[in-house]
């Protein structure tokens, strides 16, 4: 039986266990220490003037959403092709959510699109930086500016990734980072929330802690929750970042010999455009064809692990009630084709190869 070679995993090994040490033998697990420090690291990483860590991302887009002040009767812009989570928070603060569709070459939000969806309860606009690369935040930057709305970055998928020599999440009032388990790193869960603003940064405080501005006093301002970070997510978080460049250095060779070696399929294996103005960082490394299931079923039969684009969001189940109005054709047409790759940090030179050949067999086959 051929050993499985999964589409991604994390990297995990000793040097998350030495950090993880430093919380047991200091007995602080919630919000202490190692938490400052990982904060820190992601300040450095960043550029942002402020980074606060929360249990996860979807609960940093929401305190995001509601420090803005946007609730019930409010609008934000959201791409169709996300994973879930984006809209949902949109939902959890009491607005509502509007599909946009996304760019054909980038698959990022298209914002002559969000331009068309402004209405007079549109509030913010939130675009995700999709699959490790990054929305076009002059042009969105621009709209946002000509309509007084205000922007929060989903740069779940974007830790390292720059555009126009600036890192994602930075550019609009606030941006989240999201450390899931299938990340470019991890802290198993975990989100951080990015600002510039410092009345922001208390008010996404406040709403994480409890309403407080502090924790360890029982008066609370504000209504609050808690999306307390801990230190066993802090201690990996920190493992994880000391490792990021030798993962964005691995996934970027992922990425050079795929397309190196599957050039000569281009035509039928269409490699995903890269705005020049983006520094990635190859989350996953993604191609889009018109024999998507045939080639995901191929790869399967040889314990090949891949992937689906994200279920578009008009598509969903849970949101068949919502009258959208219009067809999202570039969103359909990704989905329909787009496949991602092995693309983990422990693939090794000789098991892409093996998925190469099984890439090109697939294909000789199908001339």
Known sequence: ????????????????????????????????????????LIKELTGARYAMALTNGTAALYCCLVALGIGPGDEVIVPNLTFIATANAVLMAGATPVF??????????????????????????????????SADMHRLSSIAETYSLKIIEDAAQGVGVKFDNKHVGTYGDLGILSFYGNKTITCGEGGVI?????????????????????????????????????????????????????????????????????ENLFDRLNPIYIDPRTTPVHWFVSFLTDYKEELCEHLRVESIGTRSFFYPLHRQPCYSHMNVGYDFEVTD??????????????LTYDNQMCIIESIQEFFDKND
């Open 194 to 262: 990015l600002t510039d603003d410092e009345d922001l940064r208390n008010k996404c405080y406040r709403l994480k802690n409890h309403g407080r501005s502090a924790k360890g006093i029982f008066k609370h301002e504000d209504i609050g929750y808690n999306f307390a970070f801990t230190e066993m997510q802090a201690a990996i978080g920190i493992a994880q970042m000391n490792k990021l460049a030798r993962i964005i250095e691995k996934k970027n060779q992922i990425y050079d010999t795929y397309h190196a070696n599957l």
């Open 333 to 346: 047409k990704l989905f329909n084709r787009g496949v991602s790759l092995p693309s983990s940090y422990h």
């Open 100 to 133: 946009c569709d996304v760019l054909p070459d980038t698959m990022c939000m298209d914002p002559a699109e969000a331009e068309r969806l402004i209405t007079p309860r549109t509030r913010a606009l939130m675009p995700v930086h999709l699959y490790g690369q």
């Open 1 to 40: 039986m051929k050993t499985y070679i999964p589409q991604i995993e994390p990297w995990i090994d000793d040097e998350e266990l030495i950090q993880l040490k430093r919380v047991i033998q200091s007995t602080y697990v919630t919000e202490h220490e190692l938490t400052q420090e990982f904060e820190d």
